[in-house]
């Protein structure tokens, strides 16, 4: 029974996990700790849950990782773990070494004070989820993979020599690269592997560990609190011309969607649709396609940022507005899957977009007669879409702006400038999208990992 349950955990761990690291595993090693784990009758009762084991690695392949932060173990309390070390859920309390890590973050300026649903009066709480540091390639990684639930460090020695052998493989891979890997190092568990990463030629900066029993005994000088190494890595990715990671994750996020059709109306028209988003973990990103000459559905509806696909059989004609739709709905979906937490904006120029979504479909679905909206099969996508992104981010605004307005003077303001810009952007690689063959895949430019795992799902 016992090898039965190490094969089930075993396949549960390693689900969607990216083939260039599961080279990278030692298998026996893995099994040995899924192993011990089953022995110790912990298999049902391990935090993180086994589908989140391996979450710090989901993000992108081993390439996508210029940044490693390596924990402990995982917060032993069910709900909390979320498989990248010092990352909880936004809406649980913030253990006290979260809170100094935050605090370096404030000291140094690379936090603000982002305001809430009526933008006027009320701070949103602070979050301590931090996947959208993951979606800019900071690995996240635990020296201990799981716990047993209200136990500390209850897995510490079953973990130790597959992690120990995957970070010296990852430091390998790694080494002679076109930029070096930056090892946040924080603790006496993390800074043993200071000496493996200096030895592939990586960077390494270490401290003391933020929790405060470690903390609190070193002289002020030498406590977490005086930790650059946020910057550190910042100014070391400057320096190679790399963008500095957004550590602030409620950072604000704008996004712009388009539309582009040729032969709007006839038989052989062709669609093509682009959403860009800055800010954020994104930079700049760009999620650009061609709209297919069918209807399309979620592929999950109670996961909808999964991402959506073509119903079979049912063809409908490519039109500009349905590719306005799909550039709206690609800027929601970039926005979930880029772990987009603060403020979203989306700005379309597209009015029927801007006004189904926040007065047509709302008040059809209080009637019952939503099914009377033209492009039906979209516009319910994008609904549910609105509604995950309302559930995660700290408010959502949609925007409507005219189309190919003159480009603003210099005098104009940053937020003219920002629209203008921005929509301009979304009609050229809109625009752009439609291949000299058809081709209804996404494609994805200057995207962090995240957003490249896109295509996974059509």
């Not at 973990?159 to 076109?178: H, Q, S, T, Y």
């Not at 307005?405 to 809109?430: C, V, Y």
């Amino acid at each position: 029974m016992s090898a039965e349950q190490t094969q089930t955990l075993y396949n549960q761990v390693l689900r969607k996990v990216d083939e260039e690291w599961i080279a990278l595993f030692d298998h026996e090693k893995l099994r040995a700790a899924i192993a011990g784990i089953v022995e110790a009758g912990d298999d049902e009762n391990i935090t993180p849950p086994a589908e989140l084991v391996f979450e710090a690695l989901r993000y992108g392949a081993p390439s996508d990782y210029d940044v490693v932060i390596i924990g402990q173990d995982p917060y032993p309390t069910p709900g909390e773990a979320q498989g990248l070390c010092f990352s909880i859920p936004g809406d649980v309390e913030m253990p006290q070494s979260l809170q100094r890590i935050f605090g370096c973050l404030d000291r140094a300026g690379l936090r603000k004070a982002h305001l809430a649903k009526d933008e006027e009066k009320d701070v949103i709480s602070d979050s301590g989820d931090l996947r959208s540091w993951a979606v800019q390639g900071v690995l996240m990684l635990n020296a201990a993979l799981t716990t047993r639930v209200k136990a500390r460090r209850a897995h510490a020695g079953l973990w130790k020599p597959f992690v120990d052998d995957l970070i010296k493989k990852f430091c390998a891979a790694r080494e002679g690269g076109e930029h070096p890997v930056h090892f946040m190092l924080w603790g006496g568990d993390a800074r043993k592997y200071a000496k493996v990463a200096r030895a592939h030629g990586h960077n390494v900066f270490e401290r003391t560990h933020p929790s405060p029993m470690a903390d609190n005994k070193l002289p002020p000088e030498g406590r977490f609190r005086e930790c650059t190494h946020f910057n550190d890595v910042n100014d070391a990715r400057v320096a190679v011309g790399r963008r500095p990671v957004k550590w602030d994750n409620l950072a604000p996020v704008v996004a712009f969607s388009d539309g582009s059709c040729s032969n709007n109306g006839k038989p052989d028209a062709r669609a093509s649709y682009a959403a860009v988003l800055i800010g954020g973990p994104f930079g700049k990103s760009i999620l650009r396609g061609e709209v297919a000459p069918m209807e399309y559905e979620l592929l999950h509806d109670a996961v909808p940022e999964q991402g959506l696909h073509t119903r079979g059989g049912t063809l409908v004609a490519p039109s500009n507005n349905r590719g306005e739709y799909l550039g709206f709905i690609y800027c929601m979906i970039g926005a979930i899957r880029g772990r987009a937490l603060g403020r979203v904006e989306i700005i379309s120029d597209s009015k029927i977009t801007v006004q189904t979504m926040l007065e047509w479909l709302p008040n059809r679905l209080k009637k019952g007669t939503e099914r009377g909206l033209k492009n039906f099969d979209l516009v319910m996508v994008a609904w549910e879409l609105l509604k995950r992104l309302r559930a995660q981010a700290a408010s959502v605004v949609i925007t409507h702006t005219n189309s190919h307005k003159p480009k603003p003077p210099p005098s104009a303001s940053d937020r003219e400038r920002l629209i203008w810009g921005g929509n301009d952007q979304a009609d050229k690689h809109a625009a752009e999208a439609l291949p000299s063959e058809p081709d209804y895949s996404v494609v994805v430019m200057d995207a962090p990992p995240v957003l490249q795992m896109l295509g996974d799902y059509d």
